[in-house]
Structure formats: C-alpha cells, structure tokens
C-alpha cells in the first residue's frame, strides 16, 4: 500500500553533514505526514523531524538548528539535511508515514531504516 525505501547513511566524523532520503511509493494520496526516527543501541526509538502534507515542519529539540527536513513532491521523497553532527547522533533512522483513508482510518508505516553513526 505504502512503500517507504530510506538510504543515505554511512559513517562520518564529528562536524560532518549528512543527507538521508526517504522515497515513498503505493497510495502516496493517503499520506499525511512524513517523520524521521531514530533508535540508538540502549534507548527507545524517538522523533528526530517531521513533515506535514501541509508542509509544517516540527523537530526534536536536541536536532534544532543542525537538522532540515524538506520534501520534494515531484519525487515522493523526503530528506533530512543533517549538519553538525555529533556522536550521540548515532542510531539507526526510519522514515515514518502517517496515513489515513475513510475506508481504514490512520495507519503507519515505517521504512527499514539505514544506519548513521558519528566517529568522535
């Protein structure tokens, strides 16, 4: 139904940029919203940012002002521009869609998630 592929990851030394993308294919009409999550080893899975159809936009504190997320409509994709990274930025990141229809309501679906991990 809904499709989402993340990839982008890799490994960086502290300071560096990373970009992460999110391609969302199947009933692209029934989603709502796009977020970003990450799960470090040891911690619960959090919300890093989020995107709404609208375009509003909404991140966790500990990522404001060193993470962007935007979208590209035309491609289905959703990004996440990561400057200034830090070690306890490690974790693996999922892409999340928050989608609903009359027929089924609200329902999420998550990527497989790709791993980003910070050297010190």
């Known amino acids: 139904q809904v499709q989402l592929v993340e990839s982008g990851g890799g490994l960086v030394q502290a300071g560096g940029s990373l970009r992460l993308s999110c391609a969302a294919s199947g009933s692209t009409f029934s989603i709502n919203a796009i977020g970003w999550y990450r799960q470090a080893p040891g911690k619960q899975r959090e919300l890093v940012a989020a995107i709404s159809s609208g375009g509003s936009t909404n991140y966790a504190d500990s990522v404001k002002g060193r993470f962007t997320i935007s979208r590209d409509n035309a491609k289905n994709t959703v990004y996440l521009q990561m400057n200034s990274l830090k070690p306890e930025d490690t974790a693996v990141y999922y892409c999340?869609?928050?989608?609903?229809?009359?027929?089924?309501?609200?329902?999420?679906?998550w990527g497989q998630g790709t791993q980003v991990t910070v050297s010190s």
């Open positions: 999340n869609a928050d989608t609903y229809t009359v027929v089924a309501g609200p329902y999420d679906y």
